[in-house]
């Protein structure tokens, strides 16, 4: 592969099938070929044949082993000798990290303060002695911009976690697998979006041996830096981002991603945190897979002609939607669950102005409440030297058709009580 210079950085050049058909022998004996699982679930929900690649049962629970050992695989001896460093939303860390282990290369992570505890954990499980974990920032861009400050002052090779001819190889073959695993090519094939690595390295494999395979990216709608950059028509900063979905939480997409990504056409689409959220729920209660965030944004995204999901898909089709990784702590789930009432409309919130004299809240739970409506929070603080209190009050709807009903008995009702938008802070200081 040649060099491209690319917003004033020397690049290689894009991949080709080539590079990610030698990558796949080349890391052959460091990853599984992991399986693709049919979903009943969203098979019987779309009329397809919908295919789950499970990159979470990969020994680091991601795809994003393939592209690190790729890129190490490749360093030469004085290299490896240098040592390497990277930065991560947790992830590739572990990847780098396993690959650290396994070659014998002293490693540095740069992970925001914002990484699972879960994650950190695994890190360090998997890399051991080999590696230092250096926990700063309050975004993956945040840790990237330490470690290519690590990478300038010690000579360290930086080992990027999706914006390398190399890495992107290496997360590309997860299409050579699903090429050999399938009698016929997939209709479609779903994938997360962070950076851009693993979908643009299926993509380039896919146009070459697979012309018939529709390649789609997912992002995040509350960080969706492709298509911001796909807008701009380069790579452009997003002002703020939304770290739920951590794992596809960039602010800035890649320079060779995106110019791969945008050669090819690749279409993006973009999925609510609480739909993702309620793919969780479903993935981890029907199907029995424990997926994180970004790892169910694929299979989030995807529903029935008509449906209105971001990504359609016909019946008879079929479609593979990648599991994108499993690095889920389970102290998150009361807030996967949160999001998941709010994006269902079964959970709002409201400040309601009460009286304080004996009796208030039972006309309310009396007067107000539904048969079915469940009071989920209340925060309320008495002042003796008021008339009034206000309270802060979560209500879960038993269905979301229940909402106009409540509005109503609310707007009857002698309380001041006021809806808090999603909008609000005060909304996001339980969302």
Known sequence: MGNVLVEGQKKQTPPTAIDVEAAAERISSSVITSPLHISERLSAATGATVYLKREDLQTVRSYKIRGAFNFMLQLNAAQRACGVVCASAGNHAQGFARACADLGIQGTIFVPKTTPRQKID????????????????????????????????????????????????????????????????????????????????????????MPGTRVVG?????????????????????????????????????????????RLRVPMHLVEEGRDAHEMLDLYQVDGIIAEPSGALASAAIGPVGSGAPVEVEPGTTVVCLVSGGNNDISRYSEVIERALVWEGLKHYFIVNFPQEPGALRRFLNDVLGPDDDIALFEYMKRSD????????????????????????????????EQVGQDSPLFRMFV
């Open 122 to 209: 695994r890190i360090r499980h998997f890399g051991g002695p080999s590696v230092d974990v250096v926990i700063d920032g309050s975004t993956y861009d945040d840790a990237s911009d330490l470690a290519h400050k690590h990478s300038d002052l010690t000579g360290a090779l930086l080992i990027s976690a999706f914006d390398d001819p190399r890495t992107i190889a290496g997360q590309g073959t997860i299409a050579t697998e699903i090429h050999s695993q399938l009698d016929v090519d997939p209709d479609v094939i779903v994938v997360p979006v962070g950076g851009g690595g693993v979908v643009a390295g299926i993509a380039t494999y896919a146009a070459e041996n």
């Open 218 to 262: 997912v992002e995040p709608a509350g960080a969706a830096s492709m298509t911001a950059a796909l807008a701009s028509g380069r790579p452009v900063a997003l002002d703020s981002i939304d770290s739920f979905a951590d794992g596809t939480a960039v602010r800035r997409a890649g320079d060779v991603t995106f110019e791969i990504i945008s």
């Open 386 to 417: 008021r008339e009034t209190g206000p309270a802060f009050v979560g209500i879960t709807l038993g269905a979301a058709s229940d909402l106009p009903g409540l509005l109503q008995r609310m707007d009857a009702s002698p309380l001041e009580i």
